[in-house]
T-cell receptor, first 114, second 112 residues
């Protein structure tokens, strides 16, 4: 079984719709992250959480919100989707404590906003 | 502004030869650097890292070199294998993992 799972894997929606992307992990890590990948731009951090009560904005948080329901679950919401939010979205985890920990990524969710 | 740059979108090498992937950064506060590999329809996976107190780190066929004065790092793969064909992302971080910045990626193709 995968350690970091994302649902759905693919989603097509229309402008103005509310969308939730979900991430679950079985690694027992405290830290969780949401990124988006766009061609030519690499991965950019949207939000991150160091524990259930600690949520922080990343580089590009406008238009997004998150919820850390439990240590193992971190959801990303688009309140009113727009076409330029079409991208590949990745959830990642890392253990807490040390500063320089590698991140473990889920398989990604491909979102298309029409 | 992109603080981590991978200026070569693609690289093609012959099996058995060396692959050299390059990465430049602009933020002098970065002190930890990572390389990730990504196959299609999968998330990135960690490959190798280096801290700013070192100039070289080696793991099997993979070696990362860091030149702090030039703000440049490179990943060497020797010998290259067809299974190494993937997109490689360079990433850099300051004193917390929360500010990790990624490059745009380089697609490596290793031809048999």
């Amino acid at each position: 079984d995968a350690d970091v799972t994302q649902t759905p894997r693919n989603r097509i929606t229309k402008t103005g719709k509310r969308i939730m992307l979900e991430c679950s992990q079985t690694k027992g890590h405290d830290r969780m992250y949401w990124y988006r990948q766009d061609p030519g731009l690499g991965l950019r951090l949207i939000y991150y959480s160091f524990d259930v009560k600690d949520i922080n904005k990343g580089e590009i948080s406008d238009g997004y919100s998150v919820s850390r329901q439990a240590q193992a679950k971190f959801s990303l919401s688009l309140e009113s989707a727009i076409p330029n939010q079409t991208a590949l979205y990745f959830c990642a985890t890392s253990p807490g404590g040390l500063s320089y920990n590698e991140q473990f990524f889920g398989p990604g969710t491909r979102l298309t906003v029409l | 502004d992109q603080q981590v740059k991978q200026n070569s979108p693609s690289l093609s090498v012959q099996e058995g030869r060396i692959s050299i992937l390059n990465c430049d950064y602009t933020n002098s506060m970065f002190d930890y650097f990572l390389w990730y590999k990504k196959y299609p329809a999968e998330g990135p996976t960690f490959l190798i890292s280096i801290s700013s107190i070192k100039d070289k780190n080696e793991d099997g066929r993979f070696t990362v070199f860091l030149n702090k004065s030039a703000k440049h790092l490179s990943l060497h793969i020797v010998p290259s294998q067809p299974g190494d064909s993937a997109v490689y992302f360079c990433a850099a971080s300051g004193d917390n993992n929360n500010d990790m910045r990624f490059g745009a990626g380089t697609r490596l193709t290793v031809k048999p």
